[in-house]
């Protein structure tokens, strides 16, 4: 999925085709989901999808302590978001159990589940006071209820889990367990999607009329939904194929969130869609070729009966509407279930992390002040350990041995040459450090004993990356693979970097630039084929999918999106594209939940 789809931008690529998240607004700094209509709109009208997917909490508790004398406690469940100064945001309530201390409670807590930032979540349970009963839980004074303890957990390690069951023992209120057993809180996350439908159509359209002079028009097809308000919205687009005017697009696949938000599949089955054809340019002005107005139960019954519909031209002021010679068919039809980046990643697939930093000269001498690679006595973080920091704390959640390959590029090492794919560690062997503090130290350590140099080649390094990939892809091992190259320069190996991504496309691995410094990066956007137009190897092989995502750090600094939600915000969709390019599906969750999950 290669970014945003845009008419003014031109992309060839296709847009659409996935499990595609609804956007209903923006994050505010605890990951929770905010209304503005202005930005609704504007994403909306953009055809673009969510950030986050909306998730429901369900809470139970067990051996909670007794705080009553005649009877057991009353308890409730408070849920907070832990922001980023420390103070906690209130995100629900559970309602009051009477007598109970092994609670299921049945009000759920709505959090916005968003993969590219650490959500930290607090849970608080109360012993709610007898007479308090009759007032709502929202009114409850919490400071006049009796505390009966606390726990504390990031989301991310709640989807992760294969049950997405998580359970935490209570605390004291100091954060303590103390000599005192306080009891377990399990915490149980679900999607609150409507519907996992989605239905996949390979479409081919016949005798298209031609709309350039010296070659044949360049097809693709956009399909967009009507809203409630009469206009429409651009859901899917399928790839441009070159000079033909009888193609065949790759299959689309059109889910229930992009069809609308009614409650149910089948009537979404009945809502129209419009279809068109266009003759790409690269300007950005499509010439269009046609156009039809039909629902997805329509373009079932064209499948059925293998019929072709005819496009028609639109009036205008000077002519009327007009049935085309050029007709639409639907070669494929199926419905299916989709499934999400939290169903892969709980059922135990992993994303490994690995980076790579530029060591070349001009980043300048790391002991000088202006330097990219000083080091601040005092702690504050230069632009490379920032982004090894917001990068791998995400990502560390969702690798479990939290071994991580390091290396640097563009650097003298000890034997005196310069080497473009060298270990942290300063193993000729090791290139796995422990954690993210492990990079961290290497990267300091490495500053002291290479010696910048250049030039800045990517090449050798994702070549590397691919071959850890490529590797586990050979022992079926259910893995993903997460390259992050940080940087300040402009390539002087855009070929052969151009051929390593190309081959990398086949692999279960997305590649993150962070562009450090002034430097003129228009090379790197290049690589991030968001403009549509796929990467193409020396041989003329075209990437099969985008795998690049960059960013420059100028960009994103004092902005309201972090750096980490700038690189991370296409991975999910990366990930999708390739299981689902692969026929990968998540294994199945356990059959038998454990006890304490029964009640779920």
């Known amino acids: 999925m290669g970014g945003c789809f845009s008419d003014v931008r031109g992309g060839q690529q296709a847009v659409g085709g996935g499990a595609q998240r609804q956007r209903q607004g923006t994050m505010n700094d605890v990951g929770q989901n905010v209304r503005n209509d202005a930005v609704d709109f504007f994403y909306t009208s953009h055809g673009q999808q969510a950030l986050f997917t909306p998730m429901e909490l369900s809470l139970s508790a067990s051996k909670l302590r007794d705080r009553d004398i005649i009877s057991k406690s009353d308890p409730m469940a408070v849920v ?44 608080h349970v109360y012993d709610v006071d007898t007479k308090y009963h009759n007032v709502p839980v929202k009114m409850l004074k919490l400071n006049e209820q009796e505390f009966l303890g606390g726990a504390s957990c990031v989301l991310s390690e709640i989807v992760t889990k294969q049950s997405r069951s998580l359970t935490l023992n209570l605390q004291s209120k100091n954060g303590h367990q103390g000599l005192k057993n306080l009891g377990t809180l399990t915490v149980h996350a679900e999607e609150t999607v409507a519907s996992r439908k989605a239905v996949e159509m390979t479409f081919r359209c016949s005798h298209l009329e031609n709309k350039d002079v010296f070659s044949k028009s360049d097809p693709f097809l956009r399909i967009s939904r009507i809203v409630e308000s009469g206009g429409s919205v651009p859901i899917c687009k399928t790839e441009v194929i070159n000079n033909n005017l009888n193609p065949t697009w790759k299959p689309i696949c059109l889910t229930m969130q992009q069809l609308g938000s009614k409650a149910s599949f089948s009537s979404l089955y009945e809502n129209p869609l419009v279809i068109e054809c266009f003759d790409f340019n690269s300007s950005g002005d499509h010439v269009l070729i046609g156009k039809l107005q039909k629902s997805v139960a329509d373009l079932e019954k064209l499948y059925r009966e293998k019929n072709g519909l005819n496009f028609i031209r639109p009036s205008s002021r000077q002519s009327r509407e007009k049935v085309l010679k050029g007709q639409l068919f639907v070669d494929l039809y199926c419905e299916k279930d989709v499934h999400s980046f939290i169903d892969y990643i709980s059922s135990g697939f992993e ?80 290139f796995e450090v422990e954690g993210v503090e492990g990079i961290m130290a290497a990267y300091a350590s490495a500053l002291h004993n290479v010696a910048l140099a250049g030039p800045t080649l990517f090449g050798q390094v994702i070549n590397k990356a691919t071959e850890i990939a490529g590797q586990s892809l050979s022992l079926n091992d259910k893995k993903y693979f997460v390259l992050l190259i940080i940087t300040d320069g402009v390539l002087t190996d855009l070929q052969e970097t151009k051929d390593a991504l190309v081959r990398a496309s086949d692999l279960p691995l997305s590649i993150l630039i962070v562009g450090v410094g002034s430097a003129d990066f228009r090379e790197m956007e290049i690589l991030d084929a968001d403009n549509g137009c796929r990467l193409e190897s020396s041989t003329g092989r075209v990437a099969t999918r985008d795998i690049v995502q960059f960013v420059p750090m100028r960009e994103v600094q004092g902005g309201q999106i972090s750096i980490v939600q700038a690189l991370l915000e296409e991975l999910p969709g990366q990930f999708l594209t390739y299981m689902r390019s692969r026929e ?17």
Request: glycine share 8%; hydrophobic share 35%; aromatic share 12%.
């Open 584 to 600: 990968i599906k998540p294994r199945e969750a356990n059959a038998v939940q454990t006890s304490s999950l029964q009640h779920y």
């Open 351 to 430: 994303l490994n992390f690995m980076v790579a930093v530029d060591f070349t000269a001009s980043n300048g001498n790391p002991r000088n002040l202006d330097s990219l690679h000083y080091i601040d006595p005092s702690g504050r973080l230069n632009a490379y350990q920032q982004a090894i920091m917001e990068v791998g704390e995400v990502i560390q959640f969702y690798d479990s041995d939290r071994r991580f390959p390091a290396w640097g590029f563009g650097g003298k090492t000890d034997n005196g040459a310069v080497s473009h794919c060298f270990n942290f560690s300063g193993s000729a062997s090791g």
């Open 80 to 123: 907070y978001a832990k922001k980023r100064d420390g103070t906690l945001e209130e995100l629900g309530r559970t309602e009051v159990i009477m007598n109970n201390l092994d609670p299921a409670w049945i009000q759920k807590v709505n959090v916005s589940y968003q993969f590219e930032i650490v959500q930290p979540l607090v849970f």
